[in-house]
């Protein structure tokens, strides 16, 4: 199993910055992806940005140019860096890994909120 903790969401302004951190502990040596994902109220989970093993990553198009995902496998943590926040980015966002062998964790959440 592998647990994960979201940490460093919270309210900014439009055009802000805010940067997350997801803590995983476990069986980490089995992580093949992790990264982001986030659900506003009334629509679907959707891709953020994730990060693979061999440290591609893969951006939602909506976010593309302002957020920066980042991990380092020392402390076993993935960092989103998001600039430029737009109102249409509040949501809560969600960790989200993938091992070898295809088994899936989620963290539980953390709010962001961009205000106009």
């Known amino acids: 199993q592998v647990q994960l903790v979201e940490s460093g969401g919270g309210l900014v302004q439009a055009g802000g910055s805010l940067r997350l951190s997801c803590a995983a502990a476990?069986?980490?040596?089995?992580?093949?992806?992790i990264g982001w994902y986030r659900q506003a109220p009334g629509k679907q989970r959707e891709l953020v940005a994730h990060i693979s093993r061999d440290s591609s990553t893969l951006y939602g198009d909506s976010v593309k140019g302002r957020f920066t995902i980042s991990r380092d496998n020392g402390k076993n943590t993935v960092y989103l860096q998001m600039d430029s926040l737009k109102p249409e980015d509040t949501a809560v966002y969600y960790c989200?890994?993938?091992?070898?062998?295809?088994?899936?964790?989620w963290g539980h959440g953390t709010q962001v909120t961009v205000s106009s």
């Open positions: 476990g069986r980490t040596f089995s992580i093949d992806t």
């Open positions: 989200k890994t993938v091992l070898a062998g295809g088994y899936i964790y």
